[in-house]
């Protein structure tokens, strides 16, 4: 990413250099001036250049510090927004094996390292490398002895620097690896503040997180002293380079194998790489603590990626070609019946326990079609396979006769609705949240998703309506309103296959009573699959799945179940024990 701005970055390089060249060029005039003291020669002249080239030396330092420092920016910029398309478009799973706030860290915190790291002290080292060099060779010009004298005891502060700075590249990136588990340690507990609250793990949570902000500080500190103490091992070899330089000069002077006018200018030079020197190796200090972010931003952006057409296309039978001839043909594409095929479909998230052992059956368009089975039966796990969350590991999936790994993804999932069984609302208004992701939603098509989700009653209850403000998780809404937000959601795009988990398990007996009428109304337009848990959702399903172990056991309508599925039997049994005297209906359409 450095790379594409390489004309810019040489070309601060080269404001850096020219700068460079005038701070060199002054002791050499100073050594002049102090020659011509005493003679007749005018002074003006060198004294009008050295103003000259000290003030083109400031401007141009100057120019080139805001030059770096833009170009700095603009590589993060890049590098954030790369990242960020890599974790969006990331593979769930491999999503999933991340720590949250580790990720935020790395986007956040590492590419912040990074941009001192490039701007700062690339560009730095470069133009400190070349006055260092300059001011040896100009050095080198005026005395030889003194520049050995110099470089003796320059070699062994280099030393020293040297071993610091490996140290503190050692210590810089387990300082980014506390800061990334703080950050992550940190996003759990937040994330589930009220979890923590309610078991009362207030005091572990910040007995660890604070531990960690602890060794986030133990490290911080030890990257701080050793980067302290960098400059001072160059500064103690300056100090004791000029004391070298001094006494040897001195006696040169004095027995006339030196002029005082050399020796004034070699003792400026060697002031004057002070500066550069210092930060010469101050740089390569933030380097060695910018390579520790980068390896940690070279693993995220190594996260394994989505992948979109799993297989070579057939030319036909092909539902849509792009997510734009959806949004373009919406009309045509709306509420299309597409049924669902699940043909021997196997997947396991671990390699010898297989979740899905060959799992087949049919799906008509349109209609409410129901998945029941004991929890952990991989009711969920078909769901996400339809969506393509994850490749399915055996057999296929098709939608409208077409294998959904034949489908690009942003195809697919314009399709097919997902609500989920934890249902998410997001930061922002109920309007916000409504119409998040599609670009294309009228007022019209709003209300209705309302009105079916049995949400508009709601709406128009609050003041603000739409432009409710929601906190973060849907914070000011009860569980059922969050669910009911997240099919209404769903609905807006109407897809064409929705898929609910246990989108009603939230709600109140009469809420869900509601949203069943709505959900045979919504499966009377189009494909309607329900995972449930709370068998009275489902006894008016068009056909009920009911599947165990990865298998499907059954398949038949509630009333044909009850006679022919032993599981089944006992699901209903269990249930009807759980509520007591409230029995199943043995045979109903909601509302009935
Ligand atoms: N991300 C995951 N990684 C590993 N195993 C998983 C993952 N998700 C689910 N499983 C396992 O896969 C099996 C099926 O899970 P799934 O969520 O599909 O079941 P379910 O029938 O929907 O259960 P429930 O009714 O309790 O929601 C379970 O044994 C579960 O532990």
Redesign the pocket.
């Known amino acids: 990413m450095t790379r594409r701005h390489l004309p810019k970055v040489a070309g601060a390089v080269v404001l850096g250099l020219v700068a460079a060249a005038a701070g060199l060029a002054q002791p050499a005039l100073i050594g002049r001036l102090i020659g011509a003291i005493g003679t007749d020669a005018s002074l003006v002249l060198p004294i009008v250049l050295v103003v000259v080239l000290f003030l083109v030396e400031a401007a141009l330092t100057s120019t080139q510090a805001y030059v770096m420092g833009r170009i700095g920016e603009r590589i993060v910029y890049d590098v954030r927004s790369a990242l960020l398309g890599r974790v969006l478009s990331a593979d769930l799973?491999a999503f999933?094996a991340m720590r949250q706030g580790d990720v935020f860290a790395r986007i956040v915190t590492d590419t912040s390292m990074l941009k001192v790291a490039l701007s700062q002290s690339v560009a730095g080292i470069i133009v400190d490398a070349a006055m260092v060099l300059g001011g040896v060779v100009l050095m080198l010009l005026i005395d030889p002895l003194l520049l050995a004298v110099t470089a003796g005891c320059m070699t062994v502060a280099s030393l020293v620097a040297f071993v610091v700075a490996r140290r503190l590249r050692k210590a810089a990136q387990e300082s980014r690896a506390i800061m990334g588990d703080f950050g992550a340690d940190l996003q759990r507990a937040l994330s589930a503040l009220s979890t923590v609250k309610a078991c009362r793990a207030e005091r572990l949570e910040g007995s660890r997180i604070g531990g960690l902000a602890l060794s986030a500080r133990r490290s911080g500190v030890k990257v701080s002293a050793l980067n302290a103490l960098l400059s001072p091992s160059m500064s103690i070899g300056l100090q004791a380079s000029l004391a070298a330089v001094i006494v040897t000069g001195m006696g040169r002077v004095a027995n006339g194998s030196m002029n005082p006018a050399s020796l004034t200018a070699f003792i400026m030079y060697l002031f004057y790489l002070v500066t550069p020197l210092v930060t010469l190796f101050m740089g390569i200090g933030q380097l060695q603590q910018g390579r520790a972010a980068i390896g940690r931003i070279n693993e995220l952006a190594a996260i394994e990626q989505e992948q979109d057409v799993l297989l070579p296309r057939s030319p036909q039978g092909v539902v849509a070609q792009s997510p734009d001839d959806v949004v373009a043909s919406r009309d045509t594409v709306v509420y299309r019946h597409f049924g669902v095929d699940f043909q021997r479909v196997r997947f396991s998230?671990?390699p010898d326990e297989p979740?899905l052992r060959g799992v087949s059956f049919s799906v008509p368009a349109r209609g409410l079609t129901a998945i029941v089975?004991?929890?952990?039966?991989?009711?969920?796990?078909?769901l996400q396979l339809l969506m393509r969350f994850h490749p399915v590991r055996g057999g296929r999936i098709l939608l409208n006769g077409e294998n959904i790994e034949l489908i690009p993804l942003g195809v697919l999932r314009g399709l097919v609705g997902y609500v989920q069984?934890e249902s998410t609302t997001l930061r922002g208004t109920i309007g916000e949240n409504l119409v998040y992701g599609e670009a294309h939603v009228g007022p019209g098509e709003v209300e209705r998703a309302l009105w079916l989700s049995g949400l508009d009653e709601l709406v128009s209850s609050l003041p603000r309506g739409l432009h409710t403000e929601l906190g973060d998780a849907g914070l000011g809404l009860s569980g059922g309103q969050r669910q009911r937000l997240a099919i209404a959601r769903m609905l807006v795009r109407r897809p064409s296959v929705l898929l609910l988990d246990?989108a009603t398990s939230n709600l109140d007996s009469e809420s869900e009573l509601k949203l069943r009428q709505s959900i045979r109304n919504i499966a009377g337009e189009c494909t309607v699959i329900s995972?449930a848990?709370r068998l009275s959702t489902v006894v008016d399903a068009d056909q009920i799945i009911v599947?165990d172990q990865g298998t499907v056991r059954d398949v038949g309508t509630h009333q044909q179940l009850l006679t022919t599925s032993a599981l089944y039997q006992r699901l209903t049994s269990i249930q009807f024990q759980d509520n007591g005297r409230r029995a199943l209906p043995a045979t109903g359409k909601a509302g009935e």
């Open positions: 799973r999933g998230y671990q979740t089975g004991p929890s952990g039966a991989g009711k969920t796990t078909l069984q246990e995972v848990h599947l």
